[in-house]
């Protein structure tokens, strides 16, 4: 990621439900949400873990985007 660029994983409980999460993909100031999960999970762990491979494909398109100087 260049310069500024950063991202964070929120994962937060759902209003009136025990034990159900969802994960959220941000930017690293938490007011732009980038990708939310579509489905709820039992427990915290498992809504992170099911967040790593959309993270993942956000921080590889953010690379590829990037220019790099020539060595």
């Known amino acids: 990621m260049a310069g500024n660029d950063g991202y964070l994983v929120r994962v937060t409980s759902l209003a009136g439900a025990t034990g159900s999460y969802i994960w959220e993909i941000c930017h690293r100031d938490g007011g732009l949400v980038l990708q939310r ?3 709820s999970f039992p427990t915290r762990i498992e809504a992170l873990l099911n967040s790593v491979q959309d993270g993942a494909a956000l921080a590889l398109e953010t690379l590829h985007h990037v ?3 020539f060595v």
Do not use: I, V
Request: net charge positive; hydrophobic share 15%; glycine share 0%.
């Open 67 to 69: 220019s790099l100087p």
């Open 37 to 39: 999960s579509t489905k």
